[in-house]
Nanobody, 123 residues
Framework: QVQLVESGGGLVQAGDSLRLSCAASRETFTTYAMGWFRQAPEKEREFVAATSWSSGRTSIADFVKGRFTISRDNVKNTVWLQMNSLKPEDTAVYYC????????????????WGQGTQVTVSS
C-alpha cells in the first residue's frame, strides 16, 4: 500500500494561489494513478483531479477546471495540485489519493488516502 503525506495547505484570501504537495513512500508510486479529493464541512468527499501514472492523461473536476492543475514527478514520488484563483467555496480538507486508474478514482475506488491538509479561503 502506498503511504501518502500531504503538505501545503493553509489560510489564504479569495483570489490567492496555493500549491499542495503529496509525497509517496514507495517506489510503486510510478504504477499508480494519483489524485486529489476534498471534503468541505458537512459535505461528502468529492473528486478534484487525477493524473495517470505516466502523466499522459489528467482529469479535472468541472468546478475547478481552469483554476486547478495537477502534475507529478515519478522520480521524486510526488504529486502536486496547483490551485489558482481560490474561492471561499474551495475551503475543504484536501486528500491525496492513489488508485489503479483515473476512471476508478473518479468513482471513488481508491487504493490509498493521505491524512489530509486543510485549505481555508477567506472572502
Amino acid at each position: 500500500q502506498v503511504q501518502l503525506v500531504e503538505s501545503g495547505g493553509g489560510l489564504v484570501q479569495a483570489g490567492d494561489s496555493l500549491r499542495l504537495s503529496c509525497a509517496a513512500s514507495r517506489e510503486t508510486f510510478t504504477t499508480y494513478a494519483m489524485g486529489w479529493f476534498r471534503q468541505a464541512p458537512e459535505k461528502e468527499r468529492e473528486f478534484v483531479a487525477a493524473t495517470s501514472w505516466s502523466s499522459g492523461r489528467t482529469s479535472i473536476a468541472d468546478f475547478v477546471k481552469g483554476r486547478f492543475t495537477i502534475s507529478r514527478d515519478n522520480v521524486k514520488n510526488t504529486v502536486w495540485l496547483q490551485m489558482n484563483s481560490l474561492k471561499p467555496e474551495d475551503t475543504a480538507v484536501y486528500y491525496c489519493v492513489a488508485g489503479v486508474n483515473i476512471a476508478l478514482m473518479e468513482s471513488g475506488a481508491l487504493a490509498s488516502w493521505g491524512q489530509g491538509t486543510q485549505v481555508t479561503v477567506s472572502s
